[in-house]
C-alpha cells in the first residue's frame, strides 16, 4: 500500500487593520490548498485579532490580483485578505480632482 505523501507548502496570509500596518502571518499548508480552506483553518483556529475580519472580508487576493474560490494556492503566495470598500473609489477620485481643481493644483 502506498501512501501518497502530501506536499506542505509556505504561503502568507496578510492583512491590514484600519489604521494599522499589515499583519503577515506565515503559514505551512498542503499543495493544493485552497483560499476558502486557509479561512476554515483560520476560524477554527486560536486567532482572535483575525476572526472579526474572516467575518467581514468580502474577497481575498494573491499578490494584489483578485482570485476565486478554485484557485490552488502555491509555494510563497501572499494570501490577502480584502475588506469591503467604505467609499466608492471613483467618488473618491472624482471628489479629490475637484479639491484639486478649486485649491489651485491642477
Known amino acids: 500500500m502506498d501512501k501518497q505523501v502530501m506536499q506542505r507548502i509556505k504561503i502568507e496570509l496578510c492583512y491590514a487593520l484600519p489604521h494599522a500596518s499589515p499583519v503577515l502571518i506565515p503559514l505551512l ?33 494573491v499578490f494584489g490580483k483578485k482570485k476565486n474560490a478554485d484557485y490552488c494556492l502555491l509555494e510563497g503566495d501572499r494570501l490577502e485578505l480584502c475588506r469591503p470598500l467604505i467609499a466608492d473609489p471613483m467618488s473618491a477620485r472624482r471628489l479629490r480632482a475637484k479639491r484639486e481643481h478649486k485649491s489651485g493644483k491642477m
Not at 33 to 45: E, F, G, I, N
Open 29 to 61: 499548508v498542503e499543495s493544493g490548498t485552497k483560499p476558502q480552506q486557509v479561512m476554515d483553518y483560520l476560524s477554527s483556529s486560536q486567532l482572535a485579532d483575525v476572526q472579526s475580519l474572516l467575518e467581514n472580508h468580502s474577497v481575498w487576493a
